[in-house]
């Protein structure tokens, strides 16, 4: 058989498809996103990796007694803070989610702290806790005649204060968020409940409770995840202070680029990542389900 007779008989590949102008410009307009992401993403990230990989910088980091106490105040802050905050979320949520037109105007009212700006509002904060011109003291001195305390010079005040500013901030976000689960439940269930008698405590624990349990958890969760990465709320309230004793691992890397410590600043932010990576596991383990 003859060379063009075995070509001929050779089943013809697939044919390439044109491609449209749809797609060429597609793929032009996603080049300015991609050099956006190498540049303010990969890059960051690959050169922090790089300056965080002397293992003598984490011999350094937990030789140093700031770092322990920043790590419990860490824990303390995402297992108070957090969990408080959702909880209250939660029960303001069965308390905006009725139609009355005046709790209308009080959630416009109440959404005001998340939708403002940070900065603003946490130095505004802190100037109404100043021991000497604030407007707390200020009170305290014109009803009692005695000088107020000493807000944020003691650092379980101010660790307070941080994570109360906190809850402020975010609360309203999160109350919306059940506000949402809790109009998705069937309005029946709730009226078969009430022809049977149930009290409100028995609706919200064999209803509501069993119905938003999984977007509970994913979202406290989530807000975790947020809230190791809060800076705002410490450092704007208390700059770490007193004596560096309200860090957080947020605020951790910021001490140590003052002090011109690069490579332990780094370190800083990589020792976060064991409480990180769990949370975005599990959180990614419930979304798949």
Same mark, same amino acid.
């Given at each position: ?10 089943? !013809?590949?697939?044919?390439? %498809? ?7 410009? +597609?793929? $032009? ?18 050169? +922090?990796?790089?300056?965080? %990989?002397?293992?003598?910088?984490? *011999? ?8 322990? %106490? ?9 297992? &108070?803070?957090?969990?408080? =905050? ?10 905006? &989610? ?27 904060? #802190? ?8 407007? $707390?003291?200020?009170?305290?001195? =014109?009803? /009692? ?23 402020? =901030?975010?609360?309203?976000?999160? /109350? ?8 998705? $439940? ?13 009290? #409100?405590?028995?609706? @919200?624990?064999? $209803? ?9 958890? /994913? ?11 809060? @800076?705002?709320? &410490? ?6 202070? !007193? ?7 947020? /605020?951790?890397?910021? %001490? ?23 949370? *975005?596991?599990?959180?990614?383990? #419930?979304?798949?389900?």
């Amino acid at each position: 058989m003859s060379t063009a007779t075995t070509a001929d008989a050779r089943p !013809p590949g697939p044919a390439r %498809r044109a491609t449209t102008s749809w797609e060429f410009w +597609g793929r $032009i307009l996603v080049i300015p996103y991609l050099l956006i992401f190498v540049v303010f993403v990969v890059y960051p990230v690959g050169y +922090g990796l790089w300056l965080a %990989r002397n293992p003598q910088s984490y *011999v350094k980091l937990f030789e140093d007694p700031i770092f322990f %106490r920043t790590a419990v105040n860490t824990v303390v802050f995402l297992l &108070v803070a957090v969990n408080l =905050k959702m909880v209250i979320a939660l029960g303001l949520s069965g308390f905006f &989610v009725q139609s009355r037109w005046w709790i209308k105007l009080i959630a416009l009212v109440f959404i005001l702290p998340w939708a403002v700006p940070s900065i603003p509002t946490i130095l505004s904060v #802190r100037f109404m806790l100043n021991p000497e011109w604030g407007v $707390i003291n200020t009170t305290i001195f =014109k009803l /009692t005649g005695l000088d107020g305390p000493n807000w944020l010079n003691d650092p379980t005040l101010a660790l307070c204060f941080s994570m109360l500013m906190h809850i402020w =901030k975010s609360l309203p976000f999160w /109350t919306l968020i059940f506000v949402a689960g809790r109009l998705a $439940i069937p309005s029946e269930q709730y009226e078969a409940a009430s022809v049977d008698g149930a009290s #409100r405590w028995q609706k @919200f624990r064999h $209803i509501t409770w069993p119905s938003m349990a999984a977007l509970y958890f /994913t979202s406290t969760i989530l807000s975790m995840i947020w809230t190791l990465g809060d @800076f705002n709320s &410490v450092y704007l309230l208390t700059g770490g202070g !007193p004596a560096d004793l309200t860090h957080v691992l947020a /605020t951790l890397g910021i %001490r140590y680029l003052r002090l011109d410590q690069l490579e332990l600043a780094m370190a800083s932010i990589v020792v976060a990542m064991p409480l990180v990576l769990p949370l *975005v596991y599990v959180m990614m383990k #419930r979304l798949s389900k």
